[in-house]
């Protein structure tokens, strides 16, 4: 009885074997038998933010200045090359320096005392605010791409800040 057994099987084995990889037309090859189940119900497509990330490094070109200090977020510092969460920068015509610095809208605190000026400052054609600290460092900031750009000097003028803030790209 147990070699019956262990004969027939061997045979089913085979035939379904032979049917599996025997060659042929896969596509003209019907299986032995299907299974029929009922349609599951589909779930909803996950939605995903495909608007582009915003760009946080706008940056000065290399011919206007000259890339000297760079701090990443966790507190890296020197001339690294990705992360910078400030960089400053030398400028070619002048010397002077300039911090760039890019902040999320959470980090972003106002400033104490904005500038009252004559007429409304604009940065990369975005509304800004402008300040004079006592240290005597002056600095501009402007809302672009849902980050708080903020780039300051202790030397130059706020003309002169507006202007080279206007040539970031």
Same mark, same amino acid.
């Given at each position: ?77 020197? %001339? ?10 030398? %400028? ?16 972003? %605190? ?22 004079f600290t006592v ?20 030397? %130059? ?13």
């Amino acid at each position: 009885m147990t070699a019956l057994t262990i004969g027939a099987v061997t045979v089913a084995l085979v035939f379904f074997a032979a049917l599996a990889f025997a060659p042929g037309k896969r596509a003209s090859q019907t299986p032995i038998f299907t299974l029929s189940a009922p349609a599951l119900p589909t779930m909803a497509r996950p939605t995903f933010n495909t608007r582009p990330v915003p760009d946080r490094t706008l940056v000065l070109s290399d011919d206007d200045a000259v890339k000297t200090f760079r701090i990443t977020s966790l507190g890296q510092t020197g %001339l690294v090359n990705n992360d910078a969460v400030a960089t400053t920068y030398r %400028l070619r015509a002048t010397g002077d320096l300039v911090t760039v610095l890019p902040l999320p809208m959470s980090e972003a %605190l106002p400033y104490a005392a904005p500038l009252a000026l004559d007429r409304p400052l604009r940065i990369r054609g975005r509304p800004a605010d402008a300040t004079f600290t006592v240290n005597g460092t002056t600095a501009v900031r402007w809302l672009e791409n849902g980050t708080v750009f903020e780039m300051s000097s202790r030397t %130059l003028t706020l003309a002169q800040l507006a202007e080279l803030a206007n040539r970031l790209r």
